[in-house]
Structures are given as C-alpha cells and as structure tokens.
T-cell receptor, first 112, second 116 residues
Framework: AQSVAQPEDQVNVAEGNPLTVKCTYSVSGNPYLFWYVQYPNRGLQFLLKYITGDNLVKGSYGFEAEFNKSQTSFHLKKPSALVSDSALYFCAVRESNYQLIWGAGTKLIIKP | GAGVSQSPSNKVTEKGKDVELRCDPISGHTALYWYRQSLGQGLEFLIYFQGNSAPDKSGLPSDRFSAERTGGSVSTLTIQRTQQEDSAVYLC??????????????FGPGTRLTVL
C-alpha cells in the first residue's frame, strides 16, 4: 500500500524568506504526487502535481515542488514567503485510479 | 461558475440523533468524493461515486454511515445514531472524470459536525 508522511506539524518562516514543506512517500510502482492547500475557512485547493517528466514541478501562487526519487521526497518550496501563504498544506499520493492517500498536513505560519 | 457547495456549514447534534449532510458538486463533474477530516489528521476517504457505477463504499467507518447520489449530481451523507467520535469536518469533492492523475479534485468548504 502507498503511504505519505509529512514530518513537520508546523513550519514557521519569516516573510520574504524561502520556505520548504516536507513530504516523503512510499509507493510500489510509479509515484503520482500532489500538493493541496487549505486556507482558513476555505476548501482545499489543488496546488501542483508530479505525474512524470521534470523533477521540478511548478504550481499555483508561485509554489514549486521537487520530486526526488532516490530520497522518496516531494518537498514543497517557494523562494520568498508571503504572509498570505499561511495555511494548512497537504501532500498526497495516488493509491488507485481515483483514490489519494493523504498526509496529516503541515501548518505553515509566515510571520511579518 | 459555482464551485462545490456543502450544507449546512455547521451542525451541532446530540448523541444518538441522525444527521444529513449535503453536497452540490460542480455541474458536469461525474466523480464525487466524501472525506472526513479530523483535527491533526489527514483526509480520510469515505466514499466515491462515479457516474452511474456502483459507489466505492470501502472507506465508510461503520454501517451507521451511508451516502447516496441522486441523478448523478447532489449527494447526501447520512450518519445514523451519531456518536461523539463522529465529530469532524466532512468534506465533499468533485472532479470532471475518474483518473485523478489528470483530473484535480475541487473541494467544498466542508460541514463541521459536532456531536454533544
């Protein structure tokens, strides 16, 4: 069975600094990986995904993620954090044609 | 272009009562999901509907939980004889088609259920 782990419950970053939210995975077969964001009092929104191809995937709101097969990681990154990036971030891995296995989420706090 | 809507946004009920949660997916989306989100945990898959196919109910935690999708559109999640451990946020999502590699899920704002 597939699994995904987000080792940090919370990440604190100063505004303007680069941010990284970590995700590691375990899959049998090809990994299909996703990042979603949940802003306060709003539904989850898709950020980006890795299906195949370039290891660096670019997504919404200036976010990108790096797929690293040898380290089985798919960390979310942004070069310069904004206060408005404060939210709950979920990493997920494809379990079946229509199912995702979700990480527990990482709360990102950007301080002005 | 309305998104996925859910009602009610909040529901407080007493232990042992039945509740119904509603989801209106995006028009034209054939796939519909229900998830449960508990504090500090990821999303727990509950049930999946795809078109007119039989739903995948493998994630429903007990026989107190059931869901239906009428006319391939609106869905209702019913929890009978609610228990305190049912307290959570219930999320609905829809997508255009089945394959999640190419069809992102669009989520509703959720229903926060509190069982006293």
């Amino acid at each position: 069975a597939q699994s995904v782990a987000q080792p940090e419950d919370q990440v604190n970053v100063a505004e303007g600094n680069p941010l990284t939210v970590k995700c590691t995975y375990s899959v049998s077969g090809n990994p299909y990986l996703f990042w979603y964001v949940q802003y306060p009092n709003r539904g989850l929104q898709f950020l980006l995904k890795y299906i195949t191809g370039d290891n660096l995937v670019k997504g919404s709101y200036g976010f990108e993620a790096e797929f690293n097969k040898s380290q089985t990681s798919f960390h979310l990154k942004k070069p310069s954090a904004l206060v408005s990036d404060s939210a709950l971030y979920f990493c997920a891995v494809r379990e079946s044609n229509y199912q995702l296995i979700w990480g527990a989420g990482t709360k990102l706090i950007i301080k002005p | 272009g309305a998104g996925v809507s859910q009602s009610p946004s909040n529901k407080v009920t007493e232990k042992g009562k039945d509740v119904e949660l509603r989801c209106d997916p995006i028009s034209g989306h054939t796939a519909l999901y229900w998830y449960r989100q508990s504090l500090g945990q990821g999303l727990e898959f509950l049930i999946y509907f795809q078109g007119n196919s039989a739903p995948d109910k493998s994630g429903l935690p007990s026989d107190r939980f059931s869901a239906e999708r009428t006319g391939g559109s609106v869905s209702t999640l019913t929890i009978q004889r609610t228990q305190q451990e049912d307290s959570a946020v219930y999320l609905c999502a829809s997508s255009l088609a089945r394959d999640i590699r190419y069809n992102e899920q669009f989520f509703g704002p959720g229903t926060r259920l509190t069982v006293l």
